[in-house]
């Protein structure tokens, strides 16, 4: 049987290592299944045709159509509190009893109750709300509100940063993945300008406080030469993951107030308490002038995002900024409310934290000796390692973390490698310790396997 196989992050379509392990693991019942995804869906990086099919999800559990089981240490960063958390799933079927939908010129209890509550729990003087239906949507709309708010139209993010897949969001991100293949411009005015990134800085910097003084100063340099820039957009903890050095954005909304620039945040990925805060903006204490929030919004089961913008930034009211058919959808809005109760009554913000210490100790004490770990990083239930070919070059070591994923699928541990070669780990916040342990027993035995049949090979 010949299938076509999906690649992880930064990886070619052709791999033996991803051929041979479908060719050897995938069972009879789930087979056939995706044969027809490969033959049904039109074909994109990191999404179809697929690694193996998924019959059931529950809390930290994926399953596929024979009966394996994996611990999800990815799940597109929706499931904050774990798949098909009870009260959840209770208070969308309350909701679908109560009121299924509601058009988008009548509001409803559960959408105004959603709004107040994150206006709430936001800092600051982030309190006027729209839903959309995604996380690209919600940056396309906080691109809107900065234009309308400056009366300027360029905007200033990172190269190899994630906004979304729409033309806008697209244009103001910085992965090739999203860019290289559309024909013609992008949004016009999208300047961007090399991320922090200590760990690998493009300029050569020797240390982070020398990195976040240089990489500040850019942004800075940007917003001054332009002179007429509406928003610096960009993740307050890199995804991959990069952790911003320390005083890096204390610099940027400095620079952004002397420049009359807003700050958007985009924390799709990393907001609700995934980093140990319930805004991952809040470990460099700074606010923004917009934050945008989605995937975890909905619970791990249903779409909803959200963009929470300062008061005074309620500028569009003569103009359609999103006017999305499910804008005050009353089940999602239900679904998120729950989310966001569970959060709170469950101690999740607190738990990440802890997480974070287990995983970062546990890391660093068992790989800090293995050769192919290039460096380890994170925050809350958000962290990574870095693999390279060896530690004095530190050459990405595509292959060889693509053969620590695979060992880990078989160990029954699933995450996602970011930039070809970082093993990206973010496990929901309900995890045990129990479990905890075992995934990362599994994730530094796979990396031990590997360093030494890569130092065996001629």
Known sequence: MTREIVHTEGESNTSDTRRDWQEARIGPRSAPLLDRDSAAFLHQSLSSPCVSTIARAEGIWIEDLDGRRYM?????SVHHVGYGHPRVVAAIKDQLDALPFAPRRFTNEPAVALAEKLATIAPGDLNKVLFTTGGSDANEVALKIARAATGRFKTLSFWDAFHGAGFGAASVGGEATFRSHIAG?????????????????????PGPENCALACAKMVDYVLEREGDIAAVIAEPMR?????????????VRAACNRHGTLLIMDEIPTGLGKTGRMFAFEHDEVI????????????????????????DLDVCGDFAIGHYTHEKNPVTAAAALATLKVIEDEGLV???????????????????????VGDIRGRGALFGVEIVTDRTSRRPGNALAEQV?????????SFKISQGCVLTLSPPMTISDADLHTALDVVIAAIRVVADGAQAAP
């Open 288 to 311: 923004p002038d917009i934050v945008t929030l989605g995937k975890a919004l909905g619970g791990g089961i249903l779409p909803i995002a959200a963009v929470v913008a300062r008061r």
């Open 405 to 413: 994923y695979y060992t880990c699928l078989d160990g029954g541990v």
């Open 72 to 76: 999800d240490f990815h799940g597109n």
């Open 350 to 372: 607190e738990r990440a934290a802890e997480i974070g210490r287990i995983a970062m100790e546990r890391l660093q004490e068992q790989l800090a000796s293995v050769p192919i």
């Open 239 to 251: 995804a991959v993951p990069y952790v911003p050095p320390p005083g890096f954005w204390q610099s």
């Open 185 to 205: 411009p992008l949004l016009p005015g999208a300047e961007h300008v090399a991320p922090f990134a200590c760990y690998r800085c493009p300029y050569g910097h």
